[in-house]
């Protein structure tokens, strides 16, 4: 759990760096097997999305961490990163709101960075 603690925190601190906007960090280690944490955040537009999840790829290399996959990234409406136990969803912000993962992962833990 420390692993997916200093994942999720390096993934936060390069969306931050980015201006992402609502970032949401929802623990879900104890209602699901897929992951420990679900990181989400929007972007205004495809640029700024794509441009979160670059800085997001390039702070996860620097910190040793492998991308297992990656879904979305041409579109930018929704792109999914794939980190194991750490999952990062960017929307842009229509999607963000039409998807509403929040809601569907509401059994989860919202927790604070500070908390990582």
Not at 85 to 109: A, C, M, P, Q, S
């Amino acid at each position: 759990m420390e692993q997916s603690k200093k994942m999720a925190r390096v993934a936060v601190e390069a969306l931050e760096d980015k201006k992402a906007g609502n970032i949401t960090i929802l623990d879900i280690s104890e209602i699901s097997t897929i992951a420990d944490f679900f990181i989400i955040a929007d972007g205004t537009n495809k640029n700024q999305v794509q441009a979160m999840i670059d800085n997001v790829e390039e702070a996860m290399q620097k910190g040793g961490f492998a991308l297992k996959q990656m879904e979305g990234y041409r579109t930018a409406n929704w792109i999914l990163m794939d980190y194991g136990n750490v999952i990062i969803h960017v929307f842009d912000t229509e999607n963000r709101l039409f998807y509403d993962i929040e809601r569907i992962w509401r059994d989860g833990k919202e927790i604070t960075k500070e908390q990582l």
